[in-house]
């Protein structure tokens, strides 16, 4: 298929229009790429980015129903046509979006073969088209990855797959993805074990399985490094599902691993929303912690259902937690060095025309753009800095400044309290007043959205 046609022909560009409409169209309310925040571009705060799998090639199954999904380049049969089509819809979608990255998978862009030398042959006509196409538009690839866990061969894993030869099918494949990866200019290359974990402790040697994984990295990291491609490489946790248990359950333990194994150096995170969720915490919570540990890499943009028990890639909305989010991104200074906003979600089953896409992305790319807002404002007054700055405030002079510069010891600390009634210690405490720190956030999050 040479002819290259249009698929979104009722869509025009997606324009900045301003609060002032209540009503949800094919336009930004709050996002507004060239306005500076906090003195930069809100593009280049965001670097928001489309996700090659969910946007043009989910066809929203559910585990109890069938795909609904309506695209308007369903009328091709062959799969390499298909898979082309794809191309020229997804370069219109990013275009009209405006957005400036897009992310992918290798078997998002390309059918495989019965070799993987056939699938890579049909995987570089695809990329070929992507090239093309990325030299006419400027848009570029946020980050690139290799599934690694659909095909039945990775029932068990792959890079802790207890089989031989998937472990060395695993890595050709990767091997192709990091020179794809070059060739599309990828800012950023990404490691998700969809099926690194165990279903079962009784059957697996988890220690060998950890070392076989962590050995993978390294040579992927040195295959990079041999060819040439400088992405940031990022690990993105999760702690469950498909496995009972991932090996990268949360940031916490993936960062332990990536300091056992060797890895902080030439790793950082990759992290979304609905996994926080999953593993029993806050988006914001996962941020902090890569943030404070110097290896916040870059984000997936979704939310999960608190009713709903699974990763259910809902485009994000809750203005709450994407101020949370942004602050965190605010006190880094960017989302990491090369990071940006991924679009990890898709629509619900019961929103199957094709324009849905554009509305999912419009109100999670609003809902960053107003927590953007709200986190600058708060930065720039001082709100959350001065809270910390009170609660801690014992600790920068007397006994406190002792044990901050390392002059306390068991002995002093136990000397300075021993004789102290409990009516001073109780005394020295201070309510949190956490119920105003909310109703202030919720005032930020009304007023600094009504003015802009």
């Given at each position: 298929?040479?002819?290259?046609?249009?698929?979104?022909?009722?869509?025009?560009?997606?324009?900045?229009?301003?609060?002032?409409?209540?009503?949800?169209?094919?336009?930004?309310?709050?996002?507004?790429?060239?306005?500076?925040?906090?003195?930069?571009?809100?593009?280049?705060?965001?670097?928001?980015?489309?996700?090659?799998?969910?946007?043009?090639?989910?066809?929203?199954v559910d585990p109890f129903g069938t795909g609904t999904a309506q695209r308007p380049y369903d009328q091709y049969s062959d799969s390499m046509d298909l898979a082309l089509a794809k191309v020229d819809a997804a370069f219109e979608f990013f275009t009209k979006l405006g957005v400036d990255y897009f992310c992918f998978h290798d078997r998002d862009l390309a059918p495989e073969?019965?070799?993987?030398?056939?699938?890579?042959?049909?995987?570089?006509?695809?990329?070929?088209?992507?090239?093309?196409?990325?030299?006419?538009?400027?848009?570029?690839?946020?980050?690139?990855?290799?599934?690694?866990?659909?095909?039945?061969?990775?029932?068990?894993?792959?890079?802790?797959?207890?089989?031989?030869?998937?472990?060395?099918?695993?890595?050709?494949?990767?091997?192709?993805?990091?020179?794809?990866?070059?060739?599309?200019?990828?800012?950023?290359?990404?490691?998700?074990?969809?099926?690194?974990?165990?279903?079962?402790?009784?059957?697996?040697?988890?220690?060998?399985?950890?070392?076989?994984?962590?050995?993978?990295?390294?040579?992927?990291?040195?295959?990079?490094?041999?060819?040439?491609?400088?992405?940031?490489?990022?690990?993105?946790?999760?702690?469950?599902?498909?496995?009972?248990?991932?090996?990268?359950?949360?940031?916490?333990?993936?960062?332990?691993?990536?300091?056992?194994?060797?890895?902080?150096?030439?790793?950082?995170?990759?992290?979304?929303?609905?996994?926080?969720?999953?593993?029993?915490?806050?988006?914001?919570?996962?941020?902090?912690?890569?943030?404070?540990?110097?290896?916040?890499?870059?984000?997936d943009a979704n939310q999960g259902d608190k009713l709903i028990g699974w990763d259910i890639d809902e485009y994000p909305s809750n203005l709450y937690e994407t101020t949370a989010a942004m602050y965190e991104v605010i006190e880094n200074g960017s989302i990491g060095p090369r990071g940006g906003l991924n679009f990890d979600a898709k629509p619900r089953r019961s929103s199957?025309?094709?324009?849905?896409?554009?509305?999912?992305?419009?109100?999670?790319?609003?809902?960053?753009?107003?927590?953007?807002?709200?986190?600058?404002?708060?930065?720039?007054?001082?709100?959350?800095?001065?809270?910390?700055?009170?609660?801690?405030?014992?600790?920068?002079?007397?006994?406190?400044?002792?044990?901050?510069?390392?002059?306390?010891?068991?002995?002093?600390?136990?000397?300075?309290?021993?004789?102290?009634?409990?009516?001073?210690?109780?005394?020295?405490?201070?309510?949190?007043?956490?119920?105003?720190?909310?109703?202030?956030?919720?005032?930020?999050?009304?007023?600094?959205?009504?003015?802009?």
């Amino acid at each position: 298929m040479n002819v290259k046609k249009t698929y979104w022909n009722d869509v025009g560009k997606i324009r900045y229009v301003g609060h002032d409409h209540l009503r949800s169209e094919l336009s930004f309310h709050y996002y507004n790429p060239d306005e500076v925040i906090h003195g930069k571009k809100m593009r280049d705060w965001l670097r928001f980015s489309v996700a090659y799998w969910h946007t043009f090639d989910q066809r929203l199954v559910d585990p109890f129903g069938t795909g609904t999904a309506q695209r308007p380049y369903d009328q091709y049969s062959d799969s390499m046509d298909l898979a082309l089509a794809k191309v020229d819809a997804a370069f219109e979608f990013f275009t009209k979006l405006g957005v400036d990255y897009f992310c992918f998978h290798d078997r998002d862009l390309a059918p495989e073969g019965d070799t993987l030398r056939e699938t890579n042959r049909n995987l570089d006509t695809i990329i070929d088209r992507i090239v093309a196409y990325q030299k006419t538009t400027g848009i570029k690839a946020l980050w690139n990855t290799s599934n690694l866990f659909t095909n039945p061969r990775f029932v068990a894993g792959a890079a802790t797959s207890p089989y031989a030869d998937i472990y060395a099918y695993s890595a050709a494949q990767l091997k192709h993805s990091l020179e794809i990866g070059k060739r599309v200019g990828a800012e950023n290359y990404v490691f998700w074990g969809g099926r690194e974990g165990y279903e079962s402790l009784w059957n697996t040697d988890l220690k060998k399985e950890q070392e076989h994984a962590a050995k993978f990295f390294h040579l992927a990291k040195d295959y990079a490094r041999e060819i040439g491609f400088t992405a940031q490489m990022l690990l993105e946790p999760k702690p469950k599902e498909p496995t009972t248990h991932q090996y990268d359950f949360d940031a916490a333990t993936t960062i332990a691993f990536m300091k056992e194994y060797d890895l902080e150096n030439d790793f950082k995170l990759n992290l979304e929303g609905n996994h926080a969720n999953l593993a029993g915490h806050t988006y914001q919570h996962e941020i902090r912690v890569a943030r404070e540990a110097g290896l916040l890499g870059s984000l997936d943009a979704n939310q999960g259902d608190k009713l709903i028990g699974w990763d259910i890639d809902e485009y994000p909305s809750n203005l709450y937690e994407t101020t949370a989010a942004m602050y965190e991104v605010i006190e880094n200074g960017s989302i990491g060095p090369r990071g940006g906003l991924n679009f990890d979600a898709k629509p619900r089953r019961s929103s199957y025309k094709p324009n849905d896409l554009f509305y999912g992305h419009i109100v999670g790319m609003d809902s960053f753009a107003a927590g953007l807002r709200v986190a600058a404002k708060m930065k720039e007054d001082g709100f959350l800095d001065d809270i910390l700055s009170d609660r801690y405030r014992s600790y920068t002079s007397g006994i406190g400044a002792a044990i901050e510069n390392g002059k306390a010891d068991f002995k002093s600390l136990e000397d300075y309290i021993i004789d102290k009634p409990q009516s001073e210690l109780i005394a020295a405490t201070h309510s949190d007043h956490l119920e105003k720190i909310k109703d202030t956030i919720n005032h930020y999050i009304i007023d600094t959205l009504s003015k802009s």
